[in-house]
């Protein structure tokens, strides 16, 4: 099996901007062009567990287990329909590990250990944020290598982004050195909203050749997805959601390739 290459974490300290949708169908595509991809739910809404399919009673253990240390990857992890992407999923508990672990030493590095333990079976792990810089969060950028932003194509899109990379500024600089911005991906493009297409062309001025080529349209097959369980790949694979996710997995595995041979 492929050695882990990369831990990717998506993150957006607002709420609704994608950051799940773009998780499971990431990973799914990921996993559709060969590689080994494992999420970590880490949101205690469960958003993206529940979008893969996993039933609240399969979830005995989960990633709040994980990040207490009392269980391994390979004992919270579950298959999912997708053949090569595994999840380890969320519950409600992780409401409680803030306040359960604020005043441990370690607390931002608890899924890190967890990840570095043992020689994991994934090329690509994936982590899909809570909609805040809580402690989760932190546990996150602690322990990947790169940052994934999705960004809505709205009015307020580049509010909030300034504060989201200066937050990934100071990870860098006490606690995950090697961490960098992935992408920066637009999400719930409308092309009948010339608004929209602003909103386009003022994030790729500002931010430049870090935004994806890749748009994410609207679509409504992509919204429908998540409540039969399954990522928009496997429910419509046809649809253009489905077709840019596929295309912005090649584009993620390509800067991994790049940073390699750099
Ligand atoms: N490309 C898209 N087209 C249509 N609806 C989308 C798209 N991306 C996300 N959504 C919907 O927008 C809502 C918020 O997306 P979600 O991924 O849950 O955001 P976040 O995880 O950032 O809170 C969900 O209802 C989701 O189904
Ligand atoms: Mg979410």
Known sequence: MNPINRIITIANQKGGVG??????????????????????????????????GIDRRDRAVSSYDLLMGTHSVQETVLPTAVPNLS??????DLLGFEMEISQQADRVFRLK?????????????????????????????????SVLVPL??????????????????????????GLDIQGIVLTMFDARNNLAQQVVNDVRTYLGDKVYHTLIPRNVRVSEAPSYGKPAILYDLKCAGSQAYLQLASEVIQRERRRKAA
Do not use: W
Not at 113 to 135: G, V
């Open 19 to 52: 950051k799940t949708t773009t998780a499971i169908n990431l990973a799914t595509a990921l996993a559709a062009i060969g590689e080994h991809v494992l999420i970590i739910d880490l949101d205690p809404q469960g958003n993206a567990s529940t979008g893969l």
């Open 87 to 92: 999840i380890v999923p969320s519950t409600m």
């Open 113 to 145: 250990r967890a990840l570095t333990q043992i020689a994991l079976p994934y090329s690509y792990i994936i982590l899909d944020c809570p909609p805040s810089f809580n402690l989760l969060t932190m546990n996150a950028m602690a322990a990947a290598q």
């Open 152 to 177: 809505q194509c709205e009015f307020f899109a580049l509010e909030g982004l300034s504060q989201l990379l200066e937050t990934v500024n100071q990870v860098k600089q006490t606690v995950n050195p």
